[in-house]
């Protein structure tokens, strides 16, 4: 049977020792800290369901524990303890997300049913989140997990251009999340209750793109025996993503401006145009100026898709977000899976803090799938991650201990990411987020051969 797990932050020691044996005789699972910076320590990659704090914590207190917390991982309870009860405070730890605020000295009587009320709450929440799944509104209800300063000017311009129906590009290298970015955007709007219909531009054939977007009528080719309304009506009073919006045909390319600026659609074999009302948001992990430059990509449409313009950072841009993705991806696999990993060993998040990632946030993902796939049960160990077999452990940092410069982890960067990728420049430029002809240079500079 699992155990629910709790952390318990508290500077008194005889207070801590106390709720950890209460506690454990009340079948929890307990974790103890005896400050603000050792329970954020124990809460990078691992999961909790429930965590008890104390006010006035040395280090970090409380309440900006608390709210580090709600930043990591939404999902978890925190109940805040404090023997000074100012109203203000109890005002300010509730606004920033606590459950509930207790006095010491503690009444565990009361403690005992608000525990099992918590837990309760916890099952509750993530039933609410299966039946979603099932439902098939999971990509809608995914969040956008991330606290950095790039991240934070992300939903932030979210926010703000979800209201509007102006025109979106998202750009990014490959795995950032654009699509998610997408679906925040749809989501956040007042088409949220119309369809969202993601395109890959580059999965189409070419010779198919026009029927695929714009429909056709019968007859109008061989294999056309019935009329077909195509991906832009389909998304009619919604949201039409353009993933890889670079792939698409010059000749596309000027029917899609005719499109967006009209607002109507020619099916192929007919006559007749059909009004739509649809919001383009568009995504590339490509250099569209350099598209445009050289004729790859026409200027006129480049102009009517960038309106807002979002750019996605990458995962090696954020490491200090790794942690917190982990932990939303153990809660959505120990609900697939049907296991309670709680978390990550020391070896295996050094390892992870270590790679570069140049699948991004898709690649950790896949990494923790993969872990799961390959038997990890209590936690995910170093074994468990066998794609990291080459990937350095970073050893402690010591006094005096000279930084690679920017050019020489732009060495090994690109290094590394060529090795990955067996010396396919595209695929390695792609990666990267550079031009073919950019690698090429930096390649020759660095002499990579």
Not at 240 to 255: G, R, S, W, Y
Request: charged share 30%; with cysteine; proline share 5%.
């Amino acid at each position: 049977m699992t155990h629910p797990r709790v952390l318990v932050a508290e500077d008194d020691a005889q207070l801590r020792d106390l709720l950890v044996e209460t506690l454990t005789r009340w079948d929890y699972d307990v974790t103890a800290a005896g400050n603000g910076d050792e329970a954020l320590t124990l809460l990078d990659g691992r999961l909790f369901d429930v965590a008890l704090l104390d006010m006035w914590l040395p280090g970090k207190d409380g309440l900006q524990v608390l709210e580090e917390i709600k930043r990591r991982d939404g999902a978890l309870e925190v109940v805040m303890m404090t023997g000074d009860p100012v109203v203000s405070n109890a005002v300010h730890a509730l606004k920033a997300g606590a459950y509930d605020y207790l006095i010491k000295p503690l009444n565990f009587e009361e403690l005992r049913p608000l525990m099992s009320q918590l837990i309760e709450r916890r099952f509750l929440r993530q039933e609410v989140g299966s039946l979603r799944a099932r439902l098939g509104r999971e990509l809608a209800e995914r969040e956008i997990v991330g606290t950095s300063p790039q991240m934070r000017e992300v939903k932030q311009t979210i926010a703000s251009v979800a209201t509007s129906d102006s025109p979106v590009l998202i750009e990014g290298e490959s795995g950032t999340g654009k699509e998610l970015v997408a679906a925040a955007i749809h989501r956040q709007s007042p088409r949220a209750k119309g369809p969202f219909v993601p395109v890959n531009c580059g999965a189409i054939p070419a010779e198919l793109m026009e029927s695929e977007f714009f429909g056709h009528v019968r007859g109008a080719f061989s294999g056309a025996v019935s009329d077909a309304p195509g991906l832009v009506r389909s998304a009619r009073d919604g949201t039409l993503f353009l993933d890889e919006v670079a792939e698409l045909p010059v000749a596309l390319q000027a029917k899609l401006l005719r499109v967006l600026q009209e607002k109507e659609v020619r099916p192929v074999g007919s006559a007749k145009t059909h009004a739509v009302d649809v919001r383009i948001i568009a995504a590339t992990n490509r250099d569209l100026d350099a598209a445009v430059a050289s004729g790859r990509f026409r200027q006129d449409l480049y102009y009517r898709i960038n309106v807002v313009r979002i750019v996605v950072p990458p995962l090696r841009a954020r490491k200090d977000e790794i942690p917190a993705l982990v932990t939303h991806f153990l809660r959505r696999f120990n609900e697939r899976f049907h296991r309670d990993v709680k978390g990550l060993a020391p070896d295996a998040k050094a390892a992870l803090m270590a790679y570069d990632f140049p699948g991004n946030v898709r690649e950790l993902e896949n990494l923790i799938e993969r872990a799961y796939a390959l038997g990890a049960r209590e936690e995910i160990m170093r074994e468990n991650l066998p794609a990291l077999a080459g990937a350095p452990v970073p050893a402690a940092a010591t006094p005096g201990q000279e930084v690679p410069t920017l050019e020489e982890a732009e060495r090994e960067l690109i290094r590394r990411a060529l090795g990955r990728y067996g010396h396919d420049k595209e695929k390695t430029a792609r990666a990267l987020g550079l031009t073919v002809r950019t690698l090429y240079r930096r390649i020759k500079k660095f002499e990579l051969t």
